[in-house]
Structures are given as C-alpha cells and as structure tokens.
Antibody, heavy 124, light 107 residues
Framework: EAQLVESGGGLVQPGGSLRLSCAASGFTFSRYWMSWVRQAPGKGLEWVANIKPDGSEKYYVDSLKGRFTISRDDAKNSLYLHISRLRADDTAMYYC?????????????????WGQGTLVTVSS | DIQMTQSPSSLSASVGDRVTITCRASQSISSYLNWYQQKPGKAPNLLIYGASSSQSGVPSRFSGSGSGTDFTLIISSLQPEDFATYYCQQSYSKGRTFGQGTKVESK
C-alpha cells in the first residue's frame, strides 16, 4: 500500500528557511503528480503547490508564490518543499499528498493518500 | 484561482440524522470535485471523488452529487464516528483549492 512520510519540520525563527521532505513508498512515484497541503492551527486545509512527474511543471497558490519552491527526486521517491523568509503565519502542519496519476485517463484527480504531516512553527 | 465555498461552516446534528453539506465553485468545474473527512489530529481522508464516486472502503451512507458549480455531500444516517470536519476540493485546475470546511458537531 502507498505510504507517505514527511520530515523536516520544527521550530524556526522568522526570516529563516526550511526544507521539508516527503518519502514515498508502495507505489510508482514517478507516475504521480504530488502536492503539498498545509493547515494552520485550528484552521482549514490550504493547498500549497504541486509538481508533475519529472518536475517539468509546477503550480503554486498565488499568495505563496516566490517564497515556496516545490521539487522532487523521482530516483529517490522523494518530494520536497523549500520555504524561505518564514513568517509567523507559515506556522502549520504540512502534509504531502498523492495527486494525479498520469498513466490513467478519465479519472478525476484526488488526494487519495496523505502523510501524517510535519509541523512547522515559526517563532522567535 | 477557482474559489470553493462551503455551507454551512458548522452544523449540529444527532446520530441517525440526515446531513447535507453544499459546496459551490466560482466557475464551472464539471465533476472535478472531491470530498474529504478530517478528524482532529489526523490527516484528511478521501471520501468521494469525481463528485459522486465513493472511495474504496467508504461506508455507503456517504454520497455525493452535483456538477458544474453546485455540489452536495450527504450523510444519510449520521453515525458517532462521522463527527468531523468535511472539505470539498476542486481538481479542475492544476492549482487545486479547498473549501473552508464544514464542522459536524453533536447536538
């Protein structure tokens, strides 16, 4: 079965940077778009970014463009999110989620597998 | 970006009640609409994809309908384990968006 495990979160000072990782197993990682979704404490889900297999296409939520960079290494079955110039309102649980299978046509993309999340806290 | 608006933001219901949650998209998204359930401290769980298709293992009391801009999630007979927050999400555009969530609480 598919499994996603995030890591890299922690306490970071405002203005700092962080790289989150997501290790994938149990499925053919190189076939899937992958997404990052975050959730601030007590708030709703916010989609952050996604990336095509081989990394040739990337999309970001408009409000976060410029500070967030999504990347992947298909040889290592790994997804990454680099966040720079961290702010207090970036404090959230960050989830990676499996997105669209490019090998299957006619199926609506959905987030069918999620990791357990990694918590990022931005505070001095 | 496509905006997703859910209503209500919260509701109170009793075990056995029929619960209806609606989701509206800011433009037509055909049937590119998914529903998730999230319990406190847990990752979201996919319930419905493609507006009306149930994910494997999801109880039959959960159903979805709609197309275009207006969608509905129905829980036909609320069970104790269904008290949670529910989110709609569009995948019509590669930039995905979620609704703000609907919290289902015990009356």
């Amino acid at each position: 079965e598919a499994q996603l495990v995030e890591s890299g979160g922690g306490l970071v000072q405002p203005g700092g940077s962080l790289r989150l990782s997501c290790a994938a197993s149990g499925f053919t990682f190189s076939r899937y778009w992958m997404s990052w979704v975050r959730q601030a404490p007590g708030k709703g889900l916010e989609w952050v970014a996604n990336i095509k297999p081989d990394g040739s296409e990337k999309y970001y939520v408009d409000s976060l463009k410029g500070r967030f960079t999504i990347s992947r290494d298909d040889a290592k079955n790994s997804l990454y999110l680099h966040i720079s110039r961290l702010r207090a309102d970036d404090t959230a649980m960050y989830y990676c989620a499996r997105d669209w299978d490019i090998a299957i046509f006619g199926v609506v993309p959905s987030f069918d597998y999620w990791g357990q999340g990694t918590l990022v806290t931005v505070s001095s | 970006d496509i905006q997703m608006t859910q209503s209500p933001s919260s509701l109170s219901a009793s075990v056995g009640d029929r619960v209806t949650i609606t989701c509206r998209a800011s433009q037509s998204i055909s049937s590119y609409l998914n529903w998730y359930q999230q319990k406190p401290g847990k990752a979201p769980n996919l319930l419905i994809y493609g507006a009306s298709s149930s994910q494997s293992g999801v109880p039959s009391r959960f159903s979805g309908s709609g197309s275009g801009t207006d969608f509905t999630l129905i829980i036909s007979s609320l069970q104790p384990e269904d008290f949670a927050t529910y989110y709609c999400q569009q995948s019509y555009s590669k930039g995905r968006t979620f609704g703000q969530g609907t919290k289902v609480e015990s009356k």
